[in-house]
């Protein structure tokens, strides 16, 4: 039966909840069966599973279904989230489907972030494995409330009490470390159905809730009425010499009359009217209602402004310029100190910049510890710092606080950032707060009509570097490319006077010119940077610095061509032992293995400039 | 004293909440933004939607991308509502089908043609941001959609490639030729599209309501969609049908099911 009994104006909404495990502990099967079960399948899909199964001859495979439904056979994986909806007596549920494959992080984020409750599929006799980890780390980094474990592939142990019971202990240790509270553990066979929809008679010592029951007995969504009221502004409009104030209200309730503060300005208002449009007139308005407020005074509030009630009751807002957060990392690269985003929380935009990384989650064994990047796909915890404090409510499980979500300049979210409070600053430290550029790359691209990037040219003495840079530099700007050389002889002019030549300076001086390329390549630049940097692990240091627009250029002469050329008498004088840590004689050259490019300068110089000025171009005008 | 309370949220409530939400994010972060107003039951919800959103207006255009087939019942509707509802519309025309990839099977070819009228409206407006009414239970392929749906130069979808989309935050990438398709209603079923005409009495075309034994579940061109047998004449007949139904809402269009293929394919190049 559906929820037709129900009066129309109590029908809840479906409970989403989100399955999750290691790919082939039997999420699949288990979604094809409780389908089954819950006689939620389409018409003719059963006699079509059955024939599929036969077919290969093959008792129900309940995972064709999933097949089915979803257009993945080319991949024999599920690559993104989908959502099927069942009915279990009278409530609806909606199944999200989220892929067991690391890869598909963000697909599964995007699946589970909204779920109400999750089942984490756990193959009994393997234990849990890498995803199972990975899995339980996101459900409590995202903040899932319910988790109900399923061991499955139980008739593997025979549902022998004994073994279950180790089983069970092992995954409730690993969850219990991540402070996850599981509502059942239950002993289960999604392929034959065992405590799935009815009890298992091979598990007669079992007396806990089959699946289905654990999932009826999921509470609905926490009231969030009786907290304090919380509105970010989303939009402020101006209708017919009206201006309405939008958003939605994210917890507590809100009545034509009462006093409200307007976000980290302080300023007052009393809400005039709730305003909404071909809807029963109401002077209060609760959580998860769109509306919009006519204010007294007349005020205008920005988006992003957090409205709150003047006189707060109950815990109130955190303000700080240091946050501390988690960190789930979307990015293809890691995740390193100094990189600014902007930082979303709920509608409001604050640019931010990574002060410390404090502690990365080590998946093997879900401890912490200390490390200077976080990978792709990497859990870690983080400082935030901002440019001015900002307001919010620590993130609670269940409730909207504290959701914080990284931007990349691009307009790409690239991680989840669950803020915890307020950073405490080691003694002794000075605060900096860096403040991030409000244009984005699309606006400088469209300003330049190209992109920024840094073109880094490494090779021995004399291999040509300085040569090829200035005629390609020449060539760029005729052509309307704004470009830089940031040649190594130049900054050490200036910039880099104080630096030697010995191991350590050299280091420092590559920092220095990959700092300022970077600073010019954001600001909308194609800079070419010529620079020996013979130490691979130095221009692996330049590549984090710069990040993704970094591009490496052997300039690939062979030492002896160098020597025989010397334009500078430098090598005449390293061999004469006036030079100490000369590179190529007395200091070693280390060629990249993979550069971007490789220009072979025994080739005629104009050929060169050529072939180098066109991978540029290729590059920044793609 | 005795205060006020909040109305408790039902499930329509619920769904409206979110569109609005979304729609207020569309509107405010995707300029120029135009909705696409097919004149079928889903898009007029959206439209009523958005007069949720604003205050009673649409502020921005809608758009109708006609194919010159479509029920002389349809157009009449949209002269009506056009006007009702005082909306901005821009009409889009669509290229003859043999200018249409040749190795679609028909019915996917025709449907194509709005693919390609839809294409030159937003280049010829410079549109960022698409509002559209797909909803994800009408077909496995739009099950995978994201509420803020990149299209990439030449208006393709990367299925394979999506952004991460939770916590109600919607990735907004820009770069030259790209726009954003907005699916305000992804999370509705069939089911609450009805049940929320019927609560806010949003105006229909009578082709969904039975005739001598046959009703349309969906509105495609004349000659791409098959009415079903049924009797219901009403909307509480055809929430009532819609209850024990357990067939797909698009079984009556046809190109659903030339190949196994040819929907994700039309998606990929740009269909709704």
Not at chain 1, 415 to 434: C, R, S, V
Not at chain 1, 564 to 579: H, T
Request: negative net charge; hydrophobic residues 40%.
């Amino acid at each position: 039966m559906t929820t037709n009994d129900l009066p129309a104006s109590l029908r809840a909404a479906a409970t989403p909840i989100v399955i999750v495990g290691h790919v082939d502990h039997g999420k699949s099967t288990l979604i094809g069966r409780l389908l089954y079960d819950t006689d939620s399948l389409q018409d003719g899909k059963l006699a079509q599973i059955v024939e599929s199964s036969r077919k290969r001859g093959l008792a129900v495979e309940w995972s064709f279904l999933l097949d089915s439904l979803q257009i993945e056979r080319d991949q024999g994986v599920t690559v993104d989230s989908t959502r099927i909806p069942f009915h279990l007596g009278g409530r609806e549920f909606v199944i999200v489907d989220a892929p067991g494959h690391r890869q598909f992080l963000r697909n599964m984020i995007t699946g589970a972030a909204d779920a109400e409750a999750a089942v984490l599929v756990v193959d009994a006799l393997e234990g849990a494995q890498e995803q199972t980890r990975r899995h339980a780390m996101l459900l409590r980094l995202i903040g899932i409330r319910h988790v109900i474990v399923l061991l499955n592939k139980s008739d593997l142990l025979d549902f022998d009490q004994a073994k279950i019971a180790q089983a069970e202990i092992d995954v409730r240790d690993l969850l219990g470390r991540l402070e996850i509270t599981v509502e059942a553990f239950v002993p289960a066979s999604a392929r034959d159905g065992d405590n799935i929809a009815s009890r298992s008679e091979r598990a007669p010592w079992y007396t806990g809730p089959t699946l289905v029951e654990a999932l009826a007995a999921v509470p609905a969504p926490a009231s969030r009425l009786a907290l304090d009221f919380r509105m970010p502004v989303q939009d402020v409009y101006r209708f017919d010499d009206v201006r309405y104030v939008a958003g939605r209200i994210e917890r507590g309730v809100i009545r034509a009359g009462d006093r409200i503060m307007i976000g980290s300005q302080g300023q007052q208002a009393t809400v005039a009217e709730i305003c909404r449009w071909h809807a029963p007139a109401n002077p209060v308005a609760g959580a998860g209602e769109s509306i919009a407020l006519r204010l007294e005074p007349d005020l205008v509030p920005d988006r992003g402004d957090l409205l709150f009630p003047a006189h707060e009751t109950g815990n109130a807002l955190i303000r700080a310029a240091r946050i501390r957060t988690r960190l789930f990392w979307l990015r293809g690269e890691p995740l390193r100190v100094g990189e600014s985003f902007t930082l979303r929380l709920a509608t409001a935009e604050h640019d931010v910049t990574v002060a410390s990384i404090d502690a990365v989650v080590n998946l093997d064994d879900l401890t912490l510890s200390a490390a200077d990047e976080v990978p792709p796909d990497g859990f870690a915890e983080i400082t935030l710092a901002t440019s001015h404090a900002i307001l919010f409510d620590p993130f609670s499980p269940g409730y909207s606080d504290g959701r914080g979500v990284l931007v990349d300049r691009f307009q790409r979210i690239v991680g989840g950032a669950p803020l915890l409070g307020a950073a405490e600053l080691p003694d002794g430290t000075h605060a900096i707060h860096p403040t991030a550029s409000k244009v984005s790359a699309g606006e400088r691209r469209a300003l330049h009509g190209h992109e920024g990037a840094v073109f880094w040219l490494t090779g021995l003495p004399g291999s040509g570097k300085s040569t090829i840079a200035r005629a390609a530099e020449a060539e760029l700007v005729a052509q309307g490319l704004r470009t830089t050389v940031l040649d190594g002889d130049t900054l050490r002019a200036g910039l880099c006077s104080d630096l030697g030549f010995s191991p350590e300076d050299r280091r420092e001086n590559i920092r220095r010119a990959a700092h300022v390329a970077r600073i010019l390549a954001e600001s909308g630049q194609v800079v070419i940077v010529a620079l020996v940097s013979p130490l691979a692990e130095d221009r692996a240091q330049a590549a984090q610095i710069i990040g993704q627009g970094f591009h490496e250029v052997h300039v690939d002469a062979a030492l002896e061509l160098c020597e025989q050329r010397d334009p500078k008498g430098l090598y005449a004088a390293a061999r004469a032992g006036k030079i100490p840590e000369f590179t190529g004689v007395s200091a070693p050259y280390e060629a990249p293995d993979a550069p971007a490019l490789r220009l072979a300068t025994e080739d005629e110089l104009n050929g060169t400039v050529l072939v180098f000025r066109n991978f540029v171009q290729g590059v920044v005008t793609r | 004293m005795s205060l006020a309370s909040p109305r408790v949220m039902d499930d329509l409530d619920q769904l409206e909440a979110q569109s609005i939400f979304v729609l207020r994010e569309a509107y405010r972060k995707l300029r120029p933004l135009s909705l696409l107003w097919s004149l079928g039951k889903d898009s007029n919800v959206m439209v009523w939607l958005a007069r949720k959103a604003f205050m009673g207006r649409v502020p921005f255009p809608v758009m109708h991308v006609d194919t010159g087939k479509k029920f002389p019942e349809m157009y009449a509707f949209r002269e009506e509502y056009t006007k009702k509802w005082n909306l901005d519309l821009m009409l889009g025309d669509c290229p003859p089908v043999e200018e249409i990839d040749p190795s679609l099977p028909p019915a996917a070819r025709s449907a194509a043609r709005k693919t390609a009228g839809l294409a030159s409206l937003i280049e010829k407006h410079k549109l960022r941001g698409v509002i559209a009414g797909i909803r994800r239970d009408e077909q496995a392929t739009r099950a995978k959609e994201r509420v803020f749906s990149p299209r990439g130069a030449g208006h393709r979808w990367d299925v394979r490639n999506q952004p991460p989309e939770f916590w109600d935050q919607y990735a907004t990438p820009y770069e030259d030729g790209m726009h954003i398709r907005v699916h305000p209603l992804l999370s509705w079923r069939e089911i609450d599209i009805w049940r929320y005409i019927e609560r806010e009495n949003i105006p229909l075309v009578d082709l969904y309501f039975a005739k001598n034994g046959k009703r349309y579940r969906s509105l495609g061109d004349q000659d791409i969609t098959s009415p079903i047998d049924s009797n219901a004449s009403t909307l509480a007949e055809v929430i009532a049908e819609l209850e024990n139904s357990k067939t797909s809402e698009r079984a009556g269009r046809a190109m659903d099911h030339e190949s196994e293929d040819a929907f994700e394919r039309l998606r990929v190049a740009g269909y709704l």
